[in-house]
C-alpha cells in the first residue's frame, strides 16, 4: 500500500510541478506544491460540505439526546476525518516527502495540528454563523484561510519537520 500511496504521491507532484515554472520566482517549489494540494483538498472540503450541509443534514437540527447539533457544525463534524486523511495523505506524499519523522509520529503531529484547527473551525463558525449571522458555506470559507496561514507553518516546522544535518 505505501508503495501506491508514493507512487501516486510522485504522479501528482510531477502534475503539480508541470505548472511550477511561471512561480518559480516567487516560491519555493514546496511552498507552490502546499498551495496546490492544500487547495485541492480545500475545495474538496468546501464541496463535501455544501453536499453534507444541503442534502445529507438537510440544515436540520440533529438531535443526539443529551445535546441537539446545530446543522453547520453536524455537517463539520461529518466532513473533518474525510478532509483529514485525504489532507494528510496529500502533505506527506505530495508536498513534504523529505522528511524522515516516522509516519505515525507525522500522523499524531499532523491529528495535533489539525485538532487546533478543529477548534478554530468549531469556534469560528459559532461566530460567524450563530452571532454575526452569516451565511454557513462562506463562513467556511472565512475560517479555513485562518486555518490554511497556521497549518502551512505548523506542518512544516512541526509535523513534517526536517532534522538538522551538521
Same mark, same amino acid.
Given at each position: 500500500m505505501r508503495k501506491i500511496l508514493v507512487l501516486t504521491g510522485k504522479f501528482i507532484g510531477d502534475i503539480i510541478d508541470f505548472f511550477y515554472p511561471p512561480? &518559480? *520566482?516567487? @516560491?519555493? *517549489?514546496q511552498f507552490f506544491r502546499y498551495g496546490v494540494s492544500g487547495a485541492a483538498n480545500v475545495v474538496f472540503d468546501w464541496a463535501l460540505y455544501f453536499v453534507i450541509y444541503n442534502y445529507v443534514v438537510q440544515k436540520q437540527f440533529i438531535p443526539l439526546g443529551f445535546v441537539t447539533v446545530s446543522p453547520h457544525i453536524a455537517a463539520l463534524l461529518i466532513t473533518f476525518p474525510i478532509t483529514l486523511?485525504?489532507?494528510?495523505?496529500l502533505q506527506k506524499y505530495v508536498t513534504f516527502t523529505a522528511s524522515e519523522l516516522r509516519g505515525k509520529d507525522q500522523l499524531? *503531529? %499532523?491529528?495535533?495540528? $489539525? !485538532?487546533?484547527? =478543529?477548534?478554530?473551525? %468549531? @469556534? !469560528?463558525? &459559532?461566530? =460567524? $454563523?450563530? $452571532?454575526l449571522h452569516l451565511y454557513p458555506t462562506p463562513s467556511k470559507m472565512v475560517v479555513t484561510l485562518v486555518c490554511t496561514i497556521f497549518s502551512y507553518f505548523s506542518q512544516k516546522k512541526f509535523t513534517f519537520k526536517i532534522k538538522n544535518t551538521p
Open positions: 512561480f &518559480k *520566482r516567487y @516560491f519555493s *517549489r486523511f485525504t489532507g494528510f495523505l499524531i *503531529r %499532523y491529528m495535533a495540528v $489539525v !485538532g487546533v484547527n =478543529l477548534l478554530i473551525n %468549531y @469556534f !469560528g463558525l &459559532k461566530l =460567524l $454563523v450563530e $452571532v
